[in-house]
């Protein structure tokens, strides 16, 4: 696919305020400093639609984009660890659920995880959380690039296999799993 256009629409905290349902949707989420911000913009050619920093938590708000206007591409605030109170933080799960839950148009989000890490509770217990709510998601590995090729397929396995057994483990338990740490 080869994009022409790619424009930023509009920022909000609130998913009822997002643009109107009419085009197809694609969610973007990980921990903060995942890369979520950098693999937008190199999907769309551009280095500058979606803002990047060094400092972990920068996208705090819900932010739409205008692919060739027939789609939308859609950054969301990181999770885990931000530079942020833990109050700030807690604002975040209502915000994305919200938005996760309840966009008709939203196709798939993909969950961003650093590749060089072994499987993180944070990681696992988010996407049970989306598993559990019936959100289509895909996993996407991302700084493999700064693991040789033979470190990656073992770190992949691991991943698959800890998503299973946390996610196994969690189904037996009624109790609701936290979004942050």
Known sequence: MKIKEAVFLVSNTDWQKCPAPDRPEYAFIGRSNVGKSSLINSLVRRKDLAKTSQTPGKTQLINHFS?????????????????????????????????????????????????????????????????????????????????????????????RDGFLQFFRRCRNTSSPLPLTE
């Not at 008709?104 to 509770?121: A, E, K, Q, Y």
């Open 67 to 159: 692919v060739d206007n027939s789609w939308y591409l859609v950054d969301l605030p990181g999770y885990g660890y931000a530079k942020l109170s833990k109050s700030e933080r807690e604002k975040f799960e209502p915000m994305i659920f919200g938005y996760l839950e309840n966009r008709p148009n939203l196709i798939c989000t993909f969950v961003l995880v650093d590749i060089r890490h072994d499987p993180m509770s944070i990681d696992l217990e988010f996407m049970t959380q989306l598993t559990e709510a019936g959100v289509p998601f895909y996993l996407v590995f991302t700084k493999a690039d700064k693991l040789s090729k033979s470190q990656v397929e073992p770190k992949v396995k691991k991943y």
